[in-house]
T-cell receptor, first 113, second 115 residues
């Protein structure tokens, strides 16, 4: 069965600092991996996704993530945090013939001045 | 990617009543998904709705409590029946792109409070 673990339910960074949100997955087949962001009182917005090919994936708002098969990880990074990045971030996996997404528990990112 | 219109955006309901949530997509899609997000928690899939067939429910969710309709390739409804305060959640619909099961779009959600 597929699963996703997000390490750290809350992450706090200073504005301008590096953002690193951790995601590890479990899948018996090559996974498709996603990062979503949820701003307060809003739905989910896709930040980026990995399917096949290049393992470093660039997304919107300056975020990127690297698929590391050997580590079963798909960590999300951004070189310089902005106040507007404060939100909830979800990592998700879709695997094999199943079309549903399995979500991690989420990481709430706080950005302080 | 598809654009999803979900309504109502929020509602406050009395316990014991039912609420039907609508999800309209601007293009035809094969599969639609309904998720629940309980307060402060992640998303849990309720069911997958295919046009012309009964929805497939995940473990812990039953049709009597969450009946789903999928009359065509652009529309679906989720009903939350006989509500209790434990049903207070955000309910979201999602679609996978036609011909491309990678890339899921979500509606803005329905914030339900049961009193």
């Amino acid at each position: 069965a597929q699963s996703v673990t997000q390490l750290g339910s809350h992450v706090s960074v200073s504005e301008g600092a590096l953002v690193l949100l951790r995601c590890n997955y479990s899948s018996s087949v090559p996974p498709y991996l996603f990062w979503y962001v949820q701003y307060p009182n809003q739905g989910l917005q896709l930040l980026l996704k990995y399917t096949t090919g290049a393992t470093l994936v660039k997304g919107i708002n300056g975020f990127e993530a690297e698929f590391k098969k050997s580590e079963t990880s798909f960590h999300l990074t951004k070189p310089s945090a902005h106040m507007s990045d404060a939100a909830e971030y979800f990592c998700a996996v879709k695997a094999g013939g199943y079309n549903k997404l399995i979500f991690g528990a989420g990481t709430r990112l706080a950005v302080h001045p | 990617s598809a654009v999803i219109s979900q309504k109502p955006s929020r509602d406050i309901c009395q316990r014991g009543t039912s609420l039907t949530i609508q999800c309209q997509v601007d293009s035809q899609v094969t599969m639609m998904f309904w998720y629940r997000q309980q307060p402060g928690q992640s998303l849990t899939l309720i069911a997958t709705a295919n046009q012309g067939s009964e929805a497939t429910y995940e473990s812990g969710f039953v049709i009597d409590k969450f009946p789903i309709s999928r009359p065509n390739l652009t529309f679906s409804t989720l009903t939350v029946s006989n509500m209790s305060p434990e049903d207070s959640s955000i309910y979201l619909c999602s679609v996978a792109g036609q011909g491309d099961s990678v890339g899921y779009t979500f509606g803005s959600g329905t914030r339900l409070t049961v009193v």
